[in-house]
């Protein structure tokens, strides 16, 4: 991981999607399979044209605690800069907050949750 892109962000859902990766930091993300431990998954209906007009979608997968360390949500983890997390941080409307949080690969990275 580049110093220009040493943060960990872990996506499991729509900051996947080429089109809202485009949209979000001006290119394609590489990214590496990994699954967020302990959480489960669920969705929500978006209200904010904007993010609805990139993402494509009404709703949007989101996730909370589980309190069940054998939960598991699949997604993918990207290496991104500071300026391309603030740049996510803007996608996510408000029903999301960021945290830390840790994954089965034994890593941590940034993942929406639930706010």
Do not use: C, N
């Not at 996506?11 to 996947?16: A, I, K, P, R």
């Not at 209200?47 to 609805?52: A, L, M, N």
């Not at 709703?59 to 997604?75: K, L, Q, T, W």
Request: hydrophobic residues 45%.
């Amino acid at each position: 991981m580049s110093a220009a892109h040493d943060q960990r962000l872990f996506s499991y859902g729509t900051l996947q999607l080429p089109a809202v990766q485009q949209a979000t930091f001006g290119r394609l993300l590489h990214g590496e399979a990994d699954a967020l431990v302990g959480f489960r998954r669920a969705m929500v209906k978006i209200e904010d044209p904007q993010v609805v007009a990139t993402s494509g979608e009404t709703h949007h997968p989101i996730v909370e605690p589980s309190g069940d360390d054998a939960d598991r949500v699949a997604g993918t983890v990207f290496a991104i800069s500071a300026e391309e997390l603030a740049r996510a941080d803007a996608y996510e409307v408000d029903d999301y907050r960021r945290v830390e949080a840790m994954l089965a690969s034994g890593g941590r990275a940034w993942v929406y949750v639930k706010a």
